[in-house]
């Protein structure tokens, strides 16, 4: 029998559009507002025009609109049209047609990538257009609207393939939007979940370093909030984009779209209502569930308390929220003992992952490579590591020499002996970033946050490596700037005077320069800070450059610079020049004004920069010459001399 | 010509059918009767294509229902709980039936929705029975082979139910549709079903041609002449037998022409060869299988 049907169904689609055709509308408004229409005025007004717009970067004024836009839109789009999967009527309706599963799939597909296109499109072309005819063009080029075309086409499209993905998953309309979110974001979150945990089980893990870099590609939401976010900071979204990411990311939406036909053509209809469609699927959605709340749990109550103690109970309790969540979802009751069995299972798994995990801790803490293999070593804070974001001026810092690396391992060695709980209240802690690049190009990294107080030996390998010069050279912004570009130095003077001197003669800039250098290289990590302390702001050209150093009466070159130029009375505060000191109470509602010569020296001697101390008081030191810092020194009561203890009693 | 032979499902750990067979021969109507649970929406969900059998086949005109277009294109269903898309007006949901099926009869529509005097209005907006009523266009206007139908003669007025039942037997007559008909209500299979199956939890557990049943079962009223003794009736299979005064009432398994020339032999003062309802002929014939049958009976 020759078939007279047709495989495209007019009306199929026709019914797609009458659902969902209104958001298309309302998303190419949202679009043109935030884009065109946005880029039209700001180029009309002469103010903005100026001020404002920059090359290259008129797309992305407003880019958390566009990026929150491109994650709700397709998703919605799919959430209505495969709602009819979700509701036990209309899936039969449907079904009971004559039209394949396949068949169906394609249309709503197409229906939906339409009404993604179109709206994005659309824009692109009146980018295009308004580029073509206008001055706009001197802002942007045809180029670059297609690359905010494909960034932006490309997040939807992966959206909505996720959307219609989870849509097969579900066969409740309620869930399908959550587990869409939860999807996209799974990998990441497992990822961070994963290495965080670890970090507390394993001392020395390093989980920024696993997953700060990574976790963020690892969900579409987070990967492409970053592109579009950075796209702002005037590289075109073009160099943003990673094209291996991209391609992985592509082929990802192929599979999970070739997943969605396979599972749609073997659902079983009967189950719709049901909250995970496959039975296969359930104890994966279990397991799942339980482990990531387990995970959550197990964070939210170390990071709280710092202890394994707490953190095993969040392990439990997280476990068991977990448990009684999932089970309520499959099973629509809050009855879920009764499935005790699935959770001893889970627990089970659990189990034998902490016990694995626990086998090779020891192994895990201890591996410290051995010298020889060692090529070099990256010492310091993660945030400095390579591909971090290294500030600028300062220089990620490498000891490749036999004596230095042996130093850092007996740091190392040091730091995991020492008691790992004590870091959060000390006064003198430290989070160290230690990475071994080795010969045969392999990298083991270990990350520590420790407190030197009362450990005599860690404080002084651990001053010992702050000390080396080539920690100094790394750790100090002075010592990588650019010269060329300084065009002139701000001397400061901190916490006394309000003082602060331009200095533009190149000659002293340059001496000035020399001199802390070498005081930085000379001074000790453990010096006491002075009271008085002064600064030295290198200004470049170049705005990315934050070349700041403080330094005190210590730092002898500088100083003698300093005086030699006649700078330094300006700056420094002698006792003479003290008229009297003001002394107010936390509540600021007591004011003591201090003028004996023995009192003031007295508090002078005990200041310190800051207090939380509620009974301590501010101090205000009030000077004959020149102003002075408000509040910038505080004293505790306890502290103060007597007879001023005997007037406060009053 | 639908066959459904040895079809077994399971709903999580529920059989709902088991090993489910019975055939409905073209130009036919077949009844499927059961109490509220006994399976029968889910045997219709299976022919229609709707759902998956686990074992057995589901075979129409030889072939297997499940994702095959050109078979489910000369099927219609109608769902006990009737679906229209939302939002869709009367003429709209022609459209759309038109785009579905290529037998579409469009002349046939219009005609069936100004006989129902129905207007041209969102689906939604009419009365339960109203919406029965546009169903029921929709269907015929499709002019299946096949019309499977879920309880669809629930809660419709007797006018309406016996104009629908009047369109339903015309095709079956012009155009040989085969029709598979639910129903927990045995009485709203009167005059309408050619065969009858019944379905209790998830088993066929009696199937029967109703002409068959008709001319096995006689009902008979007589009044014997003074002095004529019942004797003769000891030969004859009776099923039932009552007096009221001088009028006797029997219910005979036998066949007609049999039991006409046997009470005319006795030549009787009055001899009425009465019609029987389904509902007898289930009650008297039934007598062990009844716990099914009573369900049905409401
Ligand atoms: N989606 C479903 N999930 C689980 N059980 C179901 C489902 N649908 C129906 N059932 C069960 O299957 C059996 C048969 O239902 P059904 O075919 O609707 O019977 P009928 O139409 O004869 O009233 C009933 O016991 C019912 O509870
Ligand atoms: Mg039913």
Redesign the pocket.
């Known amino acids: 029998m020759p078939s007279k049907t047709s495989s495209i169904k007019k009306q199929v689609i026709l019914y797609d559009l009458r659902q969902v055709g209104w958001l298309s509308v309302l998303y190419f408004l949202a679009l043109f507002l935030i884009v065109p229409l946005n880029i039209i005025i700001k180029y009309s007004n002469q103010k903005t025009r100026e001020i404002v717009m920059e090359k290259g970067e008129v797309f992305l004024y407003v880019p958390e609109f566009q990026w929150i836009l491109s994650i709700t839109v397709p998703v919605l789009l799919g959430v209505i049209l495969f709602r009819y999967m979700h509701k036990k009527q209309a899936s039969d309706f449907l079904h009971s047609m004559p039209v394949k599963r396949k068949t169906l799939l394609g249309h709503h597909t197409i229906v939906g990538l339409l009404l993604l296109f179109v709206p994005i499109g659309l824009n692109a072309i009146i980018l295009i257009t308004i580029q073509a005819v206008s001055g706009i063009g001197d802002y942007f080029n045809a180029s670059d609207v297609l690359s905010w075309l494909g960034l932006v086409l490309f997040l939807n499209v992966f959206m909505f393939v996720i959307t219609v993905f989870t849509s097969m998953i579900t066969g409740m309309f309620s869930l399908h939007l959550v587990f869409t979110y939860i999807f996209s974001l799974l990998p990441a979150a497992v990822m961070f979940l994963g290495t965080y945990n670890l970090s507390i089980l394993l001392v020395g893990f390093p989980a920024d370093y696993y997953s700060k870099s990574m976790v963020r590609a690892y969900s579409p939401i987070t990967y492409f909030y970053d592109r579009f976010l950075t796209s702002q900071t005037g590289n075109t979204v073009y160099s943003q984009v990673s094209w291996l990411t991209l391609t992985i990311y592509a082929a990802i939406a192929v599979l999970l779209y070739i997943a969605a036909h396979w599972l749609y053509v073997h659902r079983r209809l009967?189950e719709t209502s049901q909250s995970v469609v496959y039975p296969f699927m359930r104890p994966v959605f279990r397991f799942g569930v339980i482990i990531c709340f387990m995970m959550t749990g197990g964070i939210f109550f170390h990071t709280g308390s710092a202890s394994l103690g707490w953190a095993i109970f969040g392990y439990i309790a997280g476990s068991l929220a977990g448990f009684v969540l999932v089970e309520s979802i499959l099973y629509k009751t809050w009855r879920v003992y009764t499935n005790y069995k699935s959770f001893l299972v889970v627990a089970g798994f659990i189990v034998l992952a902490f016990l694995a995990t626990y086998l090779v801790k020891n192994n895990y803490e201890n591996s410290i490579p051995s010298v020889e293999e060692v090529e070099k070593v990256y010492f310091g804070e993660f945030y400095n590591y390579e591909g971090q974001g290294v500030e600028p001026g300062m220089e990620p810092l490498y000891f490749t020499n036999e004596d230095d690396i042996e130093l850092v391992q007996r740091l190392q060695k040091q730091i995991i002996s020492a008691p790992q709980d004590n870091a959060w209240e000390s006064e003198e802690s430290r989070s160290t970033f230690i990475v071994y690049e080795l010969e045969n190009g392999e990298k083991i990294a270990r990350s520590y946050f420790y407190s030197i107080e009362d450990n005599t030996e860690l404080k002084r390998l651990q001053s010992e490596v702050e000390n080396s010069l080539l920690y100094k050279h790394a750790n100090n912004a002075v010592f990588n700037l650019p010269k060329e570009d300084v065009y002139a130095v701000d001397v400061q003077s901190n916490n006394i005077k309000q003082n602060s001197i331009a200095v533009t003669d190149p000659q002293l800039i340059n001496k000035l320069h020399e001199a802390i250098k070498k005081d930085i290289e000379l001074s000790s990590s453990e010096a006491p800070e002075e009271l008085q302390t002064y600064s030295l702001d290198f200004l470049t050209n170049k705005d990315e450059g934050f070349y700041y150093t403080s330094f005190d009466d210590s730092y002898k070159n500088t100083v003698q610079v300093l005086q030699e130029a006649g700078i330094y009375d300006d700056i420094k505060v002698y006792p003479e020049d003290i008229s009297s000191i003001e002394l107010n109470n936390f509540d600021r509602n007591k004011t003591i004004t201090v003028k004996e010569e023995s009192d003031l020296n007295h508090i002078l001697d005990h200041a310190v920069y800051y207090s939380e101390d509620e009974d301590s008081y501010f101090v205000t030191v009030n000077l004959n010459r020149g102003s002075s810092m408000k509040e910038e020194l505080s004293i505790e009561y306890d502290d103060l001399p007597q007879s001023i203890k005997n007037q406060l009693e009053e | 010509m639908i066959k459904a032979v040895e079809i077994s499902k399971k709903?999580?750990r529920?059989q709902?059918l088991d090993q489910v067979g019975f055939q409905v021969r073209p130009g036919t109507i077949y009844g499927l009767l059961?109490s509220?649970?006994?399976?029968?929406?889910?045997i219709m969900r299976i022919l229609a294509g709707i759902l998956k059998q686990d074992k057995g086949c589901v075979l129409i005109d030889g072939k297997a229902v499940f994702e095959n277009v050109e078979i489910k294109q000369r099927i219609i269903f109608m769902p006990d709980i009737l679906y229209f898309l939302p939002q869709y007006t009367v003429k709209q949901m022609g459209k759309y039936y038109a785009d579905m099926y290529t037998n579409w009869d469009q002349r046939r529509y219009d005609q069936l929705i100004s006989q129902f005097q129905l207007e041209n209005k969102k689906v939604s907006s009419f009365s339960k029975g109203m919406q029965r009523q546009v169903a029921f266009c929709l269907a015929l206007a499709a002019k299946p082979d096949y019309l499977i139908m879920d309880e669809p003669l629930d809660g419709l007025d007797a006018v309406v139910r016996q104009r629908i039942k009047g369109l339903i037997i015309n095709d079956v007559a012009e155009r040989d549709m085969s029709v598979l008909i639910?129903s927990h209500n045995l009485r709203e299979m009167e005059n309408l079903c050619d065969d009858i199956g019944i379905?209790h939890k998830g088993k066929m557990i009696l199937e029967r041609n109703l002409d068959d049943m008709k001319s096995e079962v006689q009902k008979v009223q007589f009044a014997l002449r003074k002095g004529q003794d019942t004797q003769f009736l000891n030969e004859l299979n009776i099923l039932h037998q009552e007096k009221r005064g001088s009028i006797h009432l029997v219910i005979i398994k036998a066949d007609r022409h049999e039991v006409e020339a046997l009470f005319a032999a006795q030549n009787p003062v009055v001899l009425d060869m009465l019609p029987l309802s389904l509902e007898e002929i289930f009650i008297y014939e039934m007598g062990g299988a009844g716990y099914a049958i009573e369900n049905i009976l409401d």
């Open positions: 009967e | 709903f999580e529920k709902v059961g509220n649970g006994a399976g029968k929406t889910t639910s379905v």
